[in-house]
């Protein structure tokens, strides 16, 4: 059994910032590559970004690269998204997702288990 559940999300202006957190149960999260979807109103999901079994391996779509930073605490059982320089492209429903292996895949079919996801708004 496996559950994600997202939360941090929230209404923003422009140029401001929000953490996403996502906590998850079940049997060795830490073995197992974590990613960052979004998907807005009328698009099809958008991979954002992910991070291999430890964090030390980390990708990102180019449209936020430099703004945005994935990590994980496998202590906790927790990923983050910091997101920074907020633009209001950047609105959508956020989710998390825990991959099918250890290292990094930004194939949203390569993610097995999914949150329910947080809603980031940022207005002009």
């Known amino acids: 059994q496996v559950q994600l559940v997202e939360s941090g999300g929230g209404l923003v202006q422009a140029g401001g910032s929000l953490r996403l957190s996502c906590a998850a149960s079940?049997?060795?999260?830490?073995?197992?590559?974590m990613g960052w979807f979004r998907q807005a109103p009328g698009k099809e999901r958008e991979f954002v970004a992910a991070?291999?079994?430890?964090?030390?391996?980390?990708s990102y779509v180019y449209s936020v690269k430099g703004r945005f930073t994935i990590s994980r605490d496998n202590r906790k059982n927790t990923v983050y998204l910091q997101m920074n320089s907020l633009k209001p492209e950047d609105t959508a429903v956020y989710y998390c997702?825990?991959?099918?292996?250890?290292?990094?895949?930004?194939?949203?079919?390569?993610?097995?288990?999914w949150g329910q996801g947080t809603q980031v708004t940022v207005s002009a």
């Open positions: 997702a825990r991959a099918l292996s250890a290292g990094v895949e930004n194939r949203h079919e390569r993610y097995g288990y």
């Open positions: 991070l291999n079994w430890n964090g030390e391996t980390t």
């Open positions: 079940g049997r060795s999260f830490s073995i197992y590559a």
